[in-house]
DNA sequence: TTGAAAGCGCTAACAG
DNA sequence: CTGTTAGCGCTTTCAA
């Protein structure tokens, strides 16, 4: 193997000193154009990339981004995950992914081990995380900045999110439009703030056509598989049933979908159904689910930009939004009869 | 932030030299028991944890592995993630991920800047990345050890593998049983090793059986599930169609599903179906796919312990064996009549 | 079996 | 605008 191109050679090879090149790949200011370009020219002359070890021990950064994370859906991750990855990229840094346990003890023992072992630059939350009180108190006391996904409370910090409420709120639309006034909602885990927000655009829908919300039309759910098929079976055994259920995740809207067929109802003939999430396998059911794409990537990708910008400049935090998209499909369809 | 617990103070603490401290965490020889304990005692009380950069610095080694992958299924990679996660835990590594293309000259492009930055100890590699010779022989070039996880050549390298064939062959079994003699395969992803295992399970669980191998009945298919609803509108056109199908994968199981429920067949009444990953998708949809479960995450862990046990002992490659499941779900069932 | 000294490759602080 | 010097916290060498 080649030994490494140090900073040193390309100073040489630069006619400058360490401290210049030094310079130039950080960024810094006070070097003169030509002496900038001539460094380059050695760089890149030489294929040097600058050692991350060397550069975290001596500067007292990591270029590490610590990605937390206590979500089942691989799906959501991988999304997050790669967004993440593409944010990091460009600015050289690298990600760390932690699972974290959710009960604060845990949560807080996981963060305070990653800390001492890695020393992250900044963090990543995903939901639920981005919730634990604890744990956004442990981060600023550990001084450590943080940028979060979705979180509940999206005042004073660095966050991205949809306007979720909006989404719901246009799948409800969507569904009147289809002539269906006997709406359901199947709520999502209380945890996680997407399932106040889900509701709340739920109830704002039907609000907004005129229709009065039925308490017994909005059933308790904790975004799984298994939830959804008990709160199918809880709305379709009341004495009048509704004609669209919407629930708060595909995963729920799964189970919706298969109590559904079991009992021979057709979909969206009988009963229309829709999720949230656009999951792959929301177009692998059958039929087809209509369903709220969220752009997982892009979020995970412009948190990690606005983290790493913070981490250089210190801007005052901002909260970003990204566009959902409404995924029509086979299962929801005008109301019977 | 109190300021960081660094090897000279357990030293003194223990009454020791720096070094004696280092010999003890890096398990090297030649420190008396006593000794050893002493600084023990001395690293609990001061909870030191060394500073992973300045270790890489001086020690020439990174305490890196690379996930080195290139696959769609957020499943699958979230459970390796998890299982080599787990297998860095123990020994203090850290995990890099590297989403990789796969064209040859843009996976040794990534390769090597993966390499120029973040000079990893080892890397892990996943299918189809698993089976580029390109990618294999500049990893030997480099000289950077590596753990394939269900490569297609399993000799003289570390990796960890399912028995496929074998599983496969039980699912035939288990159609056999149920009384199928017209079994359908809808073959994998041509540049996947997993897909020729499968099919050759096929195969064998029919001639097991003593069923001729009706060629017409081996079908192509991509692992996607378009590939699966176009496969099984092909062998459900067949003059005599198969009474049962048995995919390659589960996103193709599924499209087999959607095909079969849209032309209004009954499953398993008039058609078993199976599916082979048992991905989460498999438990939601209606009818729930038989399928077979493939212990990704363990498969993860047992590769990362084998690569780094390897970087420490430089033992001979060996080749580890992990169990599959049947799992039995209501997809499949009695042939028709 | 243990310790002292010399770096690993880089950036920070300060001096020019 | 640019260079010099002194570490960052650890492991390696070599000596005791």
Redesign the interface.
Known sequence: ?APRVRIEDVAEAAGVSMKTVSRVLNCEPNVREQTRDRVMQAVEAL?Y?P????R??AGNR?YLIALLYNNPS??Y???V??GV?AGCETQ?Y????C?AELEDDRLLRGVE?LV???QPDGVILTPPLTDSPALLERLKQ??IPYASISPRNQQDCICVAMDEPLAAQEMVRHLVQLGHRRIAHIIGHPAHGASDWRLQGYRRGLEEAGIAVDPELAVPGEFS?ESGVAAARTLLDLPTPPTAIFAAND?MA??V??VA??RGLRIPQDLSVCGFDDT??S????P?MTTIHQPTDEMGRLATIALLSSLRHSEPPASLRVPHTLRLRQSSGPVPG
């Open positions: 193997m294929n990339s050692h991350m070890f060397a975290s021990l990591t691989a799906n991750m991988m999304g995950i790669s990855l050289q690298n990600m760390l992914l699972p081990s001492a072992r890695s550990l001084d598989f995963d799964a189970g979908i298969q067929l079991q792959p396998m177009e692998q059911v059958f087809s």
